[in-house]
């Protein structure tokens, strides 16, 4: 049974930082390009930022410079440091394994200005 459980998410004050985690299990994780998508009220789903196998890094524009993708592949465990955090950060993020096409529920970021 494939499982992509997101966690980290919550509330925080503009400037701030939370660091997202994404727990897989029943894939081949290290053989996944992983992803963090968000999802804002009335809003499409969008892309943050991608690591690949391999370790390559692509960020949404909005995002880079604050925002850091890492995978632990002994964990199954990609995650999303985000830094200087932004009102209009707030979203539903998701977790995302390219490869093999699977997506977490989501966790909750809210950013109070």
């Known amino acids: 049974q494939v499982q992509l459980v997101e966690s980290g998410g919550g509330l925080v004050q503009a400037g701030g930082s939370l660091r997202l985690s994404c727990s897989a299990s029943g894939i081949i994780f290290r053989f996944n390009a992983m992803g963090w998508y968000r999802q804002a009220p009335g809003a499409q789903r969008e892309l943050v930022a991608l690591i690949s196998s391999g370790g390559t890094t692509t960020y949404a524009d909005s995002v880079k410079g604050r925002f850091t993708i890492s995978r632990d592949n002994a964990k199954n465990t990609v995650y999303l440091q985000m830094n200087s955090l932004k009102p209009e950060d707030t979203a539903v993020y998701y977790c995302?394994?390219?490869?093999?096409?699977?997506w977490g529920p989501g966790t909750q970021v809210t950013v109070s200005s």
């Open positions: 995302h394994a390219l490869t093999q096409r699977y």
